[in-house]
């Protein structure tokens, strides 16, 4: 594939599908033809995923969300990588092993429901403050039953995606983690467009 892959995770709240969009029209503004995508997608199966959380739980959940990701990869990003495209899709499969792992669901089965998923060039993980991310959170809406909790849900998430970052290291795929402060999105996007330029540049 001549395009590159780039995969944003992180607990709910902390500004993913913001920083998304950002990276997709800076690397535009750069000369690169970026998408910018998410999971789970906006088709009919994504949207089960995404608003059927209390009605679908545990492995089954898990089996759908796995399921909407390689539909996501046949029909969007693998023919946008085969063009050419830098892809950015907000969640991959770090927030699989996340929030399945939180719904009970055992890290090994969700290791093998996407051992077909392709590894992007870049995984970036992005964790902060549990306290603003909640508050974040609060503010967008909480559609999922992964996103209520409050405070005490968004810490576990937060401890969780940096024992995962850790193991995708361990199973061989680039990931970046980057803690937000009290930076703007702006600023985080200067950050990690200057490390995605990085990761292409020695591609």
């Not at 050419?84 to 939180?102: E, F, K, M, P, T």
């Not at 559609?143 to 940096?162: C, D, K, N, P, Q």
Request: hydrophobic share 40%.
């Amino acid at each position: 594939m001549t395009g590159f892959f780039v995969t944003i995770d992180g607990p709910s709240g902390i500004g993913k599908s913001t920083v998304t969009g950002m990276i997709a029209q800076r690397l535009t503004e750069h000369g690169y033809s970026a998408i910018a995508t998410k999971e789970p997608t906006s088709t009919p199966l994504g949207n089960l995923v995404r608003f059927g959380t209390d009605e679908y739980q545990g492995l089954t959940l898990a089996c759908l969300v796995a399921a909407d990701r390689y539909q996501h990869l046949v029909n969007e990003i693998h023919p946008a990588l085969d063009a050419g495209h830098v892809v950015i899709c907000d969640r991959y499969v770090a927030s699989s092993l996340v929030l399945q792992n939180l719904d009970g669901v055992p890290t090994d089965f969700v290791w093998q429901l996407n051992k077909h998923a392709q590894a992007p060039g870049l995984s970036v993980i992005l964790t902060g403050e549990p306290t603003r991310a909640r508050e974040q959170a609060n503010r967008r809406g909480l559609y999922s039953r992964f996103h209520r909790g409050g405070l005490a849900r968004t810490a576990s998430e937060i401890e969780l995606y940096g024992h995962v970052a850790q193991a995708l290291e361990t199973a061989g795929w680039p990931v970046f983690v980057h803690h937000i402060r009290t930076e703007s999105a702006h600023t985080v996007t200067d950050t990690l467009c200057a490390e995605i330029l990085g990761r292409i540049s020695a591609c």
